[in-house]
Structure formats: structure tokens, C-alpha cells
């Protein structure tokens, strides 16, 4: 073979493309859905990111909920639940027309949001 050393370098090259790549690829959350229970005032969020594996570095990383113009409440995520998702339930004291924001962001850039306004109780 007279171009072994071509060879080496265009499968390194095709290599690095590839890993340099990787962060490209990563992408922001695809879904939320927020419920908020008024008896056991909690908030459960669902949020739809699908991954490889439950321990890729591409997972939702951190939660901000946002209850009107109140501080917001942060939950940090270690790894994703699953490969395709990521639920949590959080206690939220809410009373009916309080508007609930929540942003999901990827721990490699980008971000989804949803709200919700806390309904009246339905009678009993």
C-alpha cells in the first residue's frame, strides 16, 4: 500500500468530525405537561427529551418553577428517569388563578417552558 498514512488521517478526521459534532446534535426538551393537584397541592411535570441512555450527558439538567411573580423553585437533575423522559412532583401551594410557569433546560443547551393557570376546585 503506498497511502497508508491518507488512510490514518481521513478515519482520524471522520472521528473528530464526528465527536465535535456530538454537542451540535444535543437538543432542548421536546415537551412539558404541567397538572397541579389542589388537594395535595402538587405540581407533577412531564418532560418529554429523548436520549441514548439514562446516563447521557445530554439530559434535562435543571427544573425552574415559577409560581405569579414569586422566586423561583429549582430542582437540579442528576440523570434522567428514563431515555425519553423526565418527571417530577413538587409541592406548590397555589390557589386558583395563579399562573405556574415551569422551564425545563437540557444540560447541553436549549430549553422548553410551559404554564398553566391553577382552574377553580370542580364541586363535589
Do not use: C, W
Not at 399562573?99 to 433546560?105: E, H, K, L, P, T
Amino acid at each position: 500500500m503506498k497511502h497508508p498514512p491518507l488512510i490514518i488521517i481521513g478515519f482520524l478526521s471522520v472521528f473528530a468530525l464526528a465527536f465535535l459534532l456530538k454537542p451540535v446534535l444535543a437538543h432542548p426538551p421536546a415537551d412539558l405537561k404541567l397538572e397541579y393537584n389542589q388537594d395535595t397541592q402538587t405540581l407533577h411535570v412531564e418532560m418529554k427529551h429523548v436520549i441514548g441512555n439514562t446516563y447521557d450527558p445530554d439530559h434535562i439538567r435543571k427544573v425552574e418553577i415559577y409560581k405569579n411573580q414569586d422566586e423561583p423553585v429549582i430542582k437540579y437533575v442528576v440523570k434522567q428517569a428514563t431515555p425519553t423522559s423526565e418527571a417530577q412532583d413538587i409541592s406548590l401551594e397555589a390557589k386558583p388563578e395563579d399562573v405556574i410557569r415551569v422551564v425545563a433546560y437540557s444540560s447541553r443547551g436549549g430549553s422548553a417552558e410551559a404554564t398553566l393557570t391553577v382552574p377553580e376546585p370542580e364541586n363535589k
